[in-house]
C-alpha cells in the first residue's frame, strides 16, 4: 500500500473515519470521478436511506479502483458531498465497514442538489497505486 497517515503535532484527533493528512506515493494515480448510490443496471439503492446509499457510494469506488488494479486501501484522498451534514455519524460508520485499513485523508460538506434528487451522498477519490506507469 503506496500510502500512510500522517499525524501532525497540534491537531486534535479527527472526529470521523479518515486522516488528517496521507502520505503517498511513488505510485500511479487514480482520479475517480464522483460516484453515487447508482448501480451498474443506473437504477438507484437506497432511496431515503443514508446508510445504503453511502454502501453502495462504497461498492461503486471499489469497483472503480479494481478495475485500476488497485484497492480501497488505495485511496488515499476523498470529497464527500452530502444532502445533510446531520449524517455524519452514519456515513463514518458505513466508511469504517469499508475502509478497514488507515483512513484515506477526507473533506465532507453539505451541497443543496444533486443531479438527481434522490441522491443523498456523493464521493470522489484520488487512489496512488503501487509501481509506475
Known sequence: ?????????????????????????????VFISGMTARRADGTIAGVGDITEQTHQ?????????????GTLDDIARVDVYVRDIRDFAAIHEVRRQHFTGEPPASTMVEV?????????IEINAIAV???GA
Open 57 to 69: 457510494v462504497c461498492r461503486n469506488l471499489a469497483a472503480a479502483v479494481e478495475a485500476a488494479g
Open 129 to 131: 497505486l503501487r509501481g
Open 112 to 120: 443543496s442538489r444533486f443531479v438527481h434528487d434522490d441522491y443523498l
Open 1 to 29: 500500500m503506496p500510502k500512510e497517515p500522517l499525524v501532525a503535532p497540534g491537531l486534535a484527533p479527527p472526529n470521523g473515519h479518515f486522516s488528517q493528512a496521507t502520505v503517498a506515493g511513488p505510485g500511479r494515480f
